[in-house]
């Protein structure tokens, strides 16, 4: 099945404040995300979502790069089967990584990504947090406090995670697509 | 392990409008609900996170009461076995239903508990939500149409699953105890 | 569902010895615990029962307290979703370790319970026992016995958690219901 | 590892009533088993046990034949993975049912196994019992109803696997060995 | 990590059957796919395994087409997160069935893929055999037949799944990695 | 359900080549293997099939034993619940370790084995490969070159298991059931 359960809103019904964050999107992108549209059928949910959002991912300070956020997203969307999250977020692990295969191997298998030593301990914990949150304890904490991360890196790590879990389950429940563009961001030069 | 692992602010310290929602709540509730002070030491995302709390749990209108939501609440955060999410919303599940018993029953086993068989397809939904959502399809939605849920309804119970599955994430990995005041609320006559 | 699938007998009808039994567990609680009715459709099973249930519950010597043991009945019975055996022992649980809030703690996760380290190394055995018993080896009791278990106390948590494995798989597959008495007591002052 | 962890109590040490069930038993199969006098040690257990295995597995009455009994056993203690109760008991179900490939194709795999449909229905329910008791609801009945089994054959297929789950636990964990009689029983002519 | 455990041997000095084969891949493709060197060091199994490979994947007759069998190995690898044959073999799935997007949809929720309803069918036995092939029974095959699927299909399709499964084991245990050049093939136009 | 769904060729109308091997098999184990034919019906996967096997199992050299290969066998189809090779593979183990108990005990539960620590860290590893090959990493290698395995006798092993996860797959899928004959070899002097 490949089409939206719920029908998006056409951009001109939109209220003010999310028709002009949809269009600055589509102005930086090339084109509107299927989630913007997807979750602007209920604005109350859709402004959260998006300042939750904003939060996590556009957040100055601490030592999580943007790729590392979104190399995050891509596993745990993996491991939550959410081909939305996967392809969309995938494409821009691929631009901020600028590494056009990683996105496919974070996804098929992280354990088996080229990606550095402290960025697997970061997914295993994300990946944790992901699949088994409640059996965390003090013992997880300290592989990543070895590879220099904070503690307010691990509320991000934590975090991401579990907003995207959110997100998954919305995209999944909803079989929202993603936008045909996003397969191929990031895996050519030239492309953007 | 029984304490927090961050460090909450204290009141006096937190922004203004997080300020007042809180003297707000410990006004309504008698004491701060510990999730209030512990997501502040994040202002952007205690914004985010109530206001998508709100749009979802204080929704007017749609055929989901107040008691259909926290039981949903309840019945998945038991299944991602979140302490603070089943004690502080099984006790606000008991007020509204006005009934003693079901929180308990919700969480150990929902499949037992003593609620009518519209709001056992609504918990079947949530649980497929909460644990598998990616294996959703159509036949899922037709048992919720046929106990008249809209798919407005249907919206709902997935977006409440999903977020509180962001909630227990955040929760158990930060440790967040329940409030002692939430373990008795609703069990007595004039409690609360 | 919230009705007993096998009706049981009547108090006049049962055999002697197990009359007997049931009035002074009446005598000593205020009401009759629905297990002693339910079983008692089975005269034999229900002498085997409560025999076994007695020699691993009211066990003199060893070093497990009755709390202790009222605590490894929660927690797996929490894992196997047992509607009765949470809530009726959970009830037991409180009384004896005069803890209000560790029966909800240790039933929805025993890794966040405000319990003892000894609690959670017997807790972390009695899981195994519950979940995986196939999987024992030499290096499950090592943290046992560093935390003064003895080979014996060992063989309590084992039974403990094998014997109401069973009584679990009777409960759920009857449908067995918790008395309403047993939902609040030990939570407030005076309550028993 | 294959020595019990626990030692057994000597024949001559074992209280009367004891010992003559196990001469008795030697009387009869030639050998003691193991269980015997592995449960020994603990004369109040011993006693349970096998007062609530005989009320099980020698009942008279119902529809359930020897041969049924055991190879639930058989069935569901290969699914705990317990070589004790898998070894003798399929050793039983052999000959009981006079059929020396019976065991172990019910042991690998009893979808696959030469058994008559209303024997696959019932161990269909019975590994229902084994491994997700709390999920039973009236549907689960209703294919045994069809099959001639009465509600109290229900009830000894649910009893039956419930007590083995008990022994399987208690035989996994103290690491309990069948005796080497067992494995060639019934698989040959004149053997036994 | 992203080296293959074992040390491929170097095309010199291979055996001539295997050398011309290889150089035959080289010639159609560009490039030789790292599984046909890193198995080469073990010439008699190389054999065997491409043998079995051409006699399920070259086949001819049948009603599945090439493209349906290389869907089969994209979301079969998928599920035993074989980095190498999801990268691989979505590959060629997207080259066969001219869809550039069709194998990241099937890799990450093949429910969600823009396929036909046949292939879905297709794909749902497929990961029955899979992930658990013991609970195979006739059911499964009634879909099959019905979506025109004679039993020799089927066979293919369980040989297929079962193939690969042997496959994605070698690669996962000796991390095989995928030839980048796998990655962007069939993603754009004159792409070969 | 105990029927091949697919018809065995008759042993006249096989190629010569696949002919003479059954023959030959007869001739040495006094029937043929069910496997032998039901895989004839497709002549180039029977083919690769054996080559396969052949290159696996009688390899010479390495430290794997012959019994070592069919515990491994045993082992890991038990864990795939297949039936044929369980009971096939099961007696040709009990053969080789002259060891009339082994090949029960691995198929149940091979943790209680009466093997050496030797082949326990070997099964555990064909475990990891069986099960979750995906996870396999530096520190599953460590035990085994403990013990004296070097990394082609660990290629040996991971192959074995792959191959015969291949194995369990058809035969399970296409319900092959083992020959009586192998159900009692092994068990007693004088069988062959």
């Not at 992901?130 to 220099?148: N, S, V, W």
């Not at 998954?168 to 191929?184: D, G, H, K, T, V």
């Given at each position: 099945?490949?089409?939206?359960?719920?029908?998006?809103?056409?951009?001109?019904?939109?209220?003010?404040?999310?028709?002009?964050?949809?269009?600055?999107?589509?102005?930086?992108?090339?084109?509107?995300?299927?989630?913007?549209?997807?979750?602007?059928?209920?604005?109350?949910?859709?402004?959260?979502?998006?300042?939750?959002?904003?939060?996590?991912?556009?957040?100055?300070?601490?030592?999580?790069?943007?790729?590392?956020?979104?190399?995050?997203?891509?596993?745990?969307?993996?491991?939550?089967?959410?081909?939305?999250?996967?392809?969309?977020?995938?494409?821009?692990?691929?631009?901020?990584?600028?590494?056009?295969?990683?996105?496919?191997?974070?996804?098929?298998?992280?354990?088996?990504?080229?990606?550095?030593?402290?960025?697997?301990?970061?997914?295993?914990?994300?990946?944790?947090?992901?699949?088994?949150?409640?059996?965390?304890?003090?013992?997880?904490?300290?592989?990543?406090?070895?590879?220099?991360?904070?503690?307010?890196?691990?509320?991000?790590?934590?975090?991401?995670?579990?907003?995207?879990?959110?997100?998954?389950?919305?995209?999944?429940?909803?079989?929202?697509?993603?936008?045909?563009?996003?397969?191929?961001?990031?895996?050519?030069p030239k492309q953007k």
């Open positions: 099945m490949t089409t939206n359960r719920y029908p998006a809103p056409e951009l001109k019904d939109l209220p003010d404040d999310i028709k002009a964050k949809v269009l600055e999107v589509q102005e930086k992108a090339g084109f509107v995300p299927n989630v913007f549209l997807a979750l602007a059928r209920r604005p109350a949910e859709w402004r959260a979502f998006f300042a939750y959002h904003d939060a996590l991912m556009l957040k100055e300070g601490g030592s999580l790069t943007k790729g590392d956020r979104e190399m995050i997203v891509t596993a745990t969307s993996a491991a939550n089967q959410c081909l939305y999250c996967v392809v969309a977020h995938g494409a821009i692990l691929r631009i901020y990584e600028k590494k056009p295969l990683v996105a496919d191997q974070v996804a098929v298998n992280w354990r088996k990504a080229d990606i550095t030593p402290r960025q697997t301990a970061m997914l295993e914990f994300a990946m944790k947090v992901c699949l088994r949150a409640h059996e965390i304890d003090d013992a997880d904490f300290a592989p990543l406090h070895a590879h220099g991360f904070s503690d307010e890196d691990i509320w991000d790590i934590a975090a991401i995670t579990a907003f995207f879990g959110l997100s998954n389950r919305m995209a999944s429940f909803s079989n929202m697509q993603p936008n045909p563009e996003f397969y191929l961001m990031g895996r050519v």
